[in-house]
């Protein structure tokens, strides 16, 4: 066990080696990939999320809230589709449904078409919440975007989509 460690700690601080020293694209400095890959930024901003839903009494998670956010943009979506739009697998989606569901936050309803198809739909409860978590996910962006220029986030912006579409399937 100790050696496999061993061999893959070496393994990877190769594998990190040439990804940071011999790729002539790479603008990294040795030790800043970690950043990027871990998604710091990401993960700081949605603490920060959960905690402000958290002071305003607010009993939803990050994960269960971007549910309810792509259901606010367009309602009765699948499954399925909640799976593409959030880029999570079907057993995470259907936890994450089932505990909406017990919160009395969507309700599951057959399509008319397909009856094994399951539309997830919102409860007027989860659309009085809208106009209250899309304040406060705005009022955390505004407070993670201190200090950074309309450029600069429009320049980020850009960047990470092209990183994302260099690596979506549509690009393979």
Known sequence: M?????MWQRYTNFEISCITNYMPNNQ????????VINGMASIAVAR???????QAGLDITIEQWSILYHLWKEDCLSQQELCNRTFRDKPSITR???NLEKQKLVKRIAAKNDRRINLVCLTDT???????T????????NE????????????VKKVLQQVYDNLSPAAS
């Open 144 to 155: 993670a975007l201190t200090g950074i220029s309309k450029e600069e986030i429009e320049t």
């Open 126 to 132: 989860a659309k009085e919440l809208q106009q209250q």
């Open 48 to 54: 920060k999320l959960q905690k402000n839903f958290r």
């Open 28 to 35: 990294f400095k040795r030790g800043e990939l970690y950043s």
């Open 2 to 6: 100790l050696f496999n460690l061993y």
């Open 96 to 98: 994450l449904i089932d």
């Open 134 to 141: 899309i304040d406060l996910a705005n009022q955390t962006m």
